[in-house]
């Protein structure tokens, strides 16, 4: 019943910017962290960005100052200044209902979207 919806995804040209929406339904509380992974192409998994409750943000070093996470009841990436090496499955995700930290390597996440492709050409 729980469900994570993701859209905007797409192909853009380097430079260019894209924002990403997650549709949330089914949660009965409200998620103390939401994330941003992404997987590119022969990579692994890794945390792009995440949001907790109060608005308290964090960002990878690689999308630092081009990409903004937030959320209302919607969870939102907005990416700027696009580079190839941003292309990958962009995935959103909601922690479980036990967790009060907001770290892609400690906390659990316990629901996912299914994964939105971004595609960067040069």
């Known amino acids: 019943q729980v469900q994570l919806v993701e859209s905007g995804g797409g192909s853009v040209e380097a430079g260019g910017s894209l924002r990403l929406s997650c549709a949330v339904s089914?949660?009965?509380?409200?998620?103390?962290?939401m994330a941003w992974f992404r997987q590119g192409p022969g990579k692994e998994r890794e945390g792009v960005a995440t949001?907790?409750?109060?608005g308290a943000k964090q960002y990878a070093a690689s999308v630092k100052g081009r990409f903004t996470i937030s959320r209302d009841n919607t969870l939102y990436l907005h990416m700027n200044a696009l580079k190839p090496e941003d292309t990958a499955v962009y995935y959103c995700?909601?922690?479980?209902?036990?967790?009060?930290?907001?770290?892609?390597?400690?906390?659990?996440?316990?629901?996912w979207g299914q994964g939105t492709q971004v595609t960067v050409s040069s």
């Open positions: 949001i907790n409750r109060y």
């Open positions: 995700a909601a922690s479980s209902s036990d967790q009060r930290l907001c770290f892609p390597g400690l906390t659990t996440f316990g629901y």
């Open positions: 089914g949660l009965s509380y409200v998620p103390y962290c």
